[in-house]
């Protein structure tokens, strides 16, 4: 049974950056597609960058293109999300899911996924 292990959050100045991982256990990182979701108080969770274990495809919330990143590291069995040019507005509680599916679209479903971590809260101050 596949488990996620979320870290890497913590209280940054705007402007600033965090490095998110997952770290993937009881599978193979290549063979699931990761996600980061977050949640802010008194707002929905959405996805904010999502990789395919298939062949790499990437997919990034219009709110944090150009400044996240999502990557993996097959050989630590890891998908990390850098964060920079942190803003207020990206304060939430991060957590990183596992998919067998592959397709993009279905990808930014949180009801896609199957296995969540426990969260990382990130807090960005003015």
């Known amino acids: 049974e596949v488990q996620l292990q979320a870290s890497g959050g913590g209280l940054v100045q705007a402007g600033g950056s965090l490095r998110l991982s997952c770290a993937v256990s009881g599978g193979t990182v ?5 996600g ?3 949640q802010a108080p008194g ?3 959405e996805a904010v960058s999502c ?3 298939y062949d790499g495809t990437t997919y990034n919330a219009r709110s944090v293109k150009g400044r996240f990143t999502i990557s993996s590291d097959n050989a630590k069995n890891t998908v990390y999300l850098q964060m920079n040019n942190l803003k207020p507005e990206d304060t939430a509680i991060y957590h990183c899911a596992a998919t067998r599916r592959f397709e993009v679209a279905a990808m930014t479903w949180d009801t ?3 296995t969540w971590g426990q969260g990382t809260l990130v807090t ?3």
Not at 30 to 34: A, F, L, P, R
């Open 30 to 34: 290549d063979d699931y597609s990761i």
């Open 36 to 38: 980061w979701f977050r």
């Open 43 to 45: 707002k929905e969770r």
């Open 51 to 53: 990789i395919s274990g």
């Open 112 to 114: 896609t996924y199957d």
């Open 124 to 126: 960005v101050s003015s």
